[in-house]
């Protein structure tokens, strides 16, 4: 069997990625579509939170698909590190737009949500503040990525950021937990799933999971191939310049 | 090796060089924070502590751009980098020497301040440990974020908002440290935390430092 | 001692530069650089004082051998002419201060801080920090911008006695270094042609 | 004249040109005074509108020394010294520049930062026009700071200690005015001395900044 | 059109420099400042471009004459080659920068930013900068540091139109500029003698 790190060459890997992408997105369409409206039409209110409470099947997907989005960037960044193959270091730096874009849904699905739950659209408890956390951190890995010119340069210092960050990034969350103990409201509110939900919010809720997931994929292949576009057009013109 | 290390704090103390920058920077706050929110008493003794930490954070936040940039600048960074003295030694002693330039005055400073902000008594000797204990910690982060953005176009916001984050757990348990000890309550764990930290990163960070600087000046 | 160069390329913002250039340097030998403004030779001498990789090629130097100065002249402003030094002689393993200040004439200008120097002044103490490294191999930029005519012979005067100590140098300029001696290397003929040609970098080639 | 404005805005906007840094700086402190204060909404409703204003005014603070520190160090502003624009029109301008690179920003940040900090919901109205209001003063009074201290090698900690004070009228009436709209007070005193101030200083600060940076240039 | 200094002293730092100094310079010549490192040169053309004021004497010109150029050539790092130029057109009342980018050989370059120049490029620039003033004087500060052969025949070229058009230019200079027909003067004996000679700051003075 050929070894995965064929995929690492540029031509290999946008030859495959010609024919899986429509693939990935369309089927990202579809099962998101599907499990939005199963969602937010076939379900029944809740008694406590009434229909509001149908705004978890966007909240919880993106919630999930932000941190993952963040663990596969680590992986990118070791692959790099470790194995120099440029084209992981091109999706690290497509997959960080894609997990920005998450978790900012995450935050403002949870903010709507929060207004009518707890009254207020922000509260500082901990979950939302590791996630407003990992928004900054995105907000920087991207920023510094954008002001490097060197492409290597910028796969190196943007790895580094990302191990390190990653550290501090569990520090803080622990911290956040460790700093609101007795303070926090919002456990007590939220839906437990597995104990208080039911199938009929589950089904819905894993199939948009999957729909998230699929979209994010979608995202992240999207995003390499423009980047190794924009790779081959510069290379190009240095061409051009030298004749 | 010691050479960099004096002549980094004879600069600070020369005119220009930024030394009593933090320091002044942390006066400021102290006095705005009280005009802007109001002079009760009970409302800033609250929030003391988390003020005093926050404002030396930013302090230490503002001045991180001076440990590489002007270096740079002048061309030094060039020629110590093919200079015999290894590059974690660079950065070590460049963070040694923005401790003592900006965290320094910045703990000697602290219960000074209390008093403008109505700390409460018994918080007085956790302000000035944990900040003792903290501020290390910030001087190694920052320059590893330094060291990320020397060079860059974009170097002061890019290096605040990657630093920020960063910054986090030690403000964290520093404040807590902080307001538990005002409180009264029991302050061993976040003390075994911030210390945990600060002794990892002093451990751990130049490394990381040296190596992103030595991709940066390539 | 000896200074190897095999076919080098270099680059900068990505765009080739130089290609295909070999050349042996002995101890006791000097280089200049000549060549149009923009053709690389500030970055040939970065390559080879090693602060940015060859596009391809290697550069054979003992480690640690290499004094480097370039426009920039890592002077601080707010130090003295002998604090400066100072610095960069500890930095370099200690010695005196003293010959260099004044091999460059600066001996009178010691205690004056680096700010208030006129240009001529502030390149002349910027030589004087290549004395006190005591390095064999100087690789120097431009190095008479600004100098009189009589500190031009004073920096030449420098670097014949680095010669003679069995060291080498390389530099580059537009005008004349008072070194007759010193073979001259015009660059013009080793512009990389295209990005194929002298090694282009190779990931960029596999999108073409 | 107009050339100098839209290439201050376009250096702005270019890699590294500063823009953003206010806009950063104040999030991050919006995000750090939660995290040192403690999470309670009563505590953080109470200080909100005096961190917003203060978080505000520091953030022009700290982007002072841009104005006329890059023009100085490479050389511009002696070539527009002996440029055919008077030395008015040179700061009212700088100064313009100022306002919508940094305080403009922060204007349009404050009701989300707000959401953070839980501010009253009355409040946000009179946040953005106590800011609106209150700005154009800081920017205005920074800028003959800035004059004053151009090419002096201490500047930017003789900066922020000569605006300071210079700062606090405006700091404590847009405050007072955002407190009070908090708590449905009457607003008209605190807003009718804010634009006072405003205007007084837009129209006659730019005289003594100009007058001190020719000094300085000599 | 004319220079005329009149009995000119002046200081930098509180130290008299240059003193007893007076010439004329009329329309359609130039004037080469010569002299030692840290002789005054800087220091006399920050004089008269107004930019400091005279310890003594006078400097008669007439007003909004001068276009300035010194080591630091004004140019913002991120703005393009174009974008630099346009706005200092613009200051000096607009004007087209096509003419000046191509004589001074920057036309390939318009779009490049100002920090991806080498050395010879950026001043090529700054020299390009005083075209576009439409000054008739010009006061410059070793103009052709970093440029090659071929940019100093071009420089010369420039200040030989200005000249033809019924500018005049003095320069300072430690280097030839190709410009044989300019008038050079050396500084070396208008050295100011003694705080006492050659009119002192009698504020001082008034302290010995
Ligand atoms: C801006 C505000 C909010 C943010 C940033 C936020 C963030 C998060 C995060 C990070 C998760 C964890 C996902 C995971 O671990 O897989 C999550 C899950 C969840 N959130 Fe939110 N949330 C916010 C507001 C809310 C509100 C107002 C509610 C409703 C009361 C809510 C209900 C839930 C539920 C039910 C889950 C899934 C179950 C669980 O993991 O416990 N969230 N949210
Ligand atoms: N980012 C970039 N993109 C394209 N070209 C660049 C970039 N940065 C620099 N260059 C070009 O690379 C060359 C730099 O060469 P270098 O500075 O080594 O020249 P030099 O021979 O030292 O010239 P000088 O004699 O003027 O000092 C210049 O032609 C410059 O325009
Ligand atoms: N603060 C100061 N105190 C005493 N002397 C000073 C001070 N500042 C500058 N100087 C001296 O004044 C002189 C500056 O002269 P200037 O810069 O005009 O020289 P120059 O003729 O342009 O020299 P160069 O050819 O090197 O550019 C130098 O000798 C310098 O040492
Ligand atoms: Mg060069
Ligand atoms: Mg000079």
Redesign the pocket.
Known sequence: MASVWEYANPRKFMHTSDWLLPGVAWAAAVVTTVGLVWGFFFTPDDFRQGSTVKIVFLHVPSALMAINAWIMMLVASLIWVIRRHHVSALAAKAAAPAGLVMTAIALITGALWGQPIWGTWWVWDPRLTSFLILFLFYLGYIALWSSI?DPDTGADLTAVLCLVGSVFALLSRYAAFFWTQGLHQGASLSLQPGTRMDWAYKAPLYISMVGFGLIFLALVLLGTRTEIRARRMKALLTRE?MN | MIALLTRDLRLALRAGGGFGLGLAFYLILAVLVPLGVGPEPTVLAAIAPGVLWVGALLACLLSLDRIFALDWEDGSLDLLATAPIPLEGVVTLKALAHWITTALPLVLAAPVLGVLLNLPAPAYGWLVLSLLLGTPALSVIGTFGAALTVGLKRGGLLLSLLVLPLYIPTLVYGAELVSRGALGLPVSTPLALLAGITAGSVALLPFASAAVLRINLR | MELRLTDIACA????P?IAGLSLTLRAGHALVLR??????????LRTIAGLQPPLAGTVDLPPDAVAYAAHADGLKATLSVAENLRFWAAIYGGGDIAPALARMNLTDLAERAAQNLSAGQKRRLGLARLLVTARPVWVL??PTVSLDAASVALFADAVRAHLAGGGLAVM?T?IDLGLDEARTLD?TPYKAQRAGAGGADSFDEAFL
């Open positions: 010119e310049r | 900068r913002g990505g765009v530069l060549g149009p403004n923009g053709c690389g030779k500030t970055t040939l930029d431009e580059a537009h660059l």
